[in-house]
T-cell receptor, first 113, second 117 residues
């Protein structure tokens, strides 16, 4: 169906290691791909986003890569720190869903000190 | 700007009662969204408005749910009658234009944690 799939659902990493979360989308017309971070008990907040005409975007320890041909995009967190522990959501506008921003199922990241 | 404001922050009610959740979006944002978040179903979009007009309510679970936006600075989500399975965190979010990079960020409110006994 028309959706956004996110993997893995949980990810445990050692502090200092890298974390990678991948999302696949079904609508080739999707042109905007944000990532949200939600800390425990708090609201989702945008951490980075990318347009479809850009292959990669970086902001300090966070980067997002986009492969339009394969219809997937990934979040990369380098040198992870305990404060990176949270649930991360990817999203993409899906035309079949009325061009609504459809969220992935989320990835719970745990950074172990 | 104080950000998106939601009230109440917590609501505990009994099955069958009417529940009204309130949201004040960020001034100047043309889009307003209502989401529901549960462990089982994740983050679900219920309905969204553009310039106070409901655009897509296909995510509203059933007729017990209704949403209104009488003006640019206020929206309500009503559940009548409420059921235990409605227990969740309900987020309101607003955006300038959620379909465009650069202005696409959705700003979420703090959420309302609803418990229906």
């Amino acid at each position: 169906g028309e959706n956004v799939e996110q993997h893995p659902s949980t990810l445990s990493v050692q502090e200092g290691d890298s974390a990678v979360i991948k999302c696949t989308y079904s609508d080739s017309a999707s042109n905007y791909f944000p990532w949200y971070k939600q800390e425990l008990g708090k609201r989702p907040q945008l951490i980075i986003d990318i347009r479809s005409n850009v292959g990669e975007k970086k902001d300090q320890r966070i980067a997002v890569t986009l492969n339009k041909t394969a219809k997937h995009f990934s979040l990369h967190i380098t040198e992870t720190q305990p404060e990176d522990s949270a649930v991360y959501f990817c999203a993409a506008p899906i035309k079949a869903a009325g061009n609504k921003l459809t969220f992935g199922g989320g990835t719970r990241v745990l950074v172990k000190p | 700007d104080a950000g998106v404001i939601q009230s109440p922050r917590h609501e505990v009610t009994e099955m069958g009662q009417e529940v009204t959740l309130r949201c004040k979006p960020i001034s100047g944002h043309d889009y307003l969204f209502w989401y529901r978040q549960t462990m089982m179903r994740g983050l679900e979009l219920l309905i969204y408005f553009n310039n106070n007009v409901p655009i897509d309510d296909s995510g509203m679970p059933e007729d017990r749910f209704s949403a209104k936006m009488p003006n640019a600075s206020f929206s309500t989500l009503k559940i009548q009658p409420s059921e235990p399975r409605d227990s969740a965190v309900y987020f309101c979010a607003s955006a300038i234009n959620p379909f465009l990079a650069g202005v696409g960020e959705q700003f979420f409110g703090p959420g309302t944690r609803l418990t229906v006994l």
